[in-house]
């Protein structure tokens, strides 16, 4: 067992290069007029940009599934809510493999 003392352990905050290591896709979205973080995953369409309603949280998630119907949207911050969130929707876990190397 690792055992790590409770104030070592942080959240790991999401950033546009974060993003990008776990595959997504910048985009940039024609009408709107902003960018975009996008990728498939288990036949769901995920969709992240920075506008969120939440105070405290800097990135919002849009999940559709295979036929473009909404199917999960929230605000989130760090790692962990992405993937749970992504876990939540899609019932796939999201491989953070390349944020290790």
Known sequence: DFLVPLPELSPINLTEDLLLKLD???EK????????YN????NHFI????????LGKDYN???DNIVHDSCYSTDI??????QNAIYDATGEELDVTNILE
Do not use: A, D, G, P
């Open 29 to 36: 979205h024609e009408i709107l007029k902003i960018y975009e």
């Open 47 to 54: 969709r992240i940009n920075e506008y969120s309603n939440t």
């Open 61 to 63: 998630i849009h999940v």
């Open 24 to 26: 997504f896709k910048k």
């Open 39 to 42: 990728i498939c995953i288990n």
């Open 77 to 82: 911050q760090y790692l962990h809510q992405l």
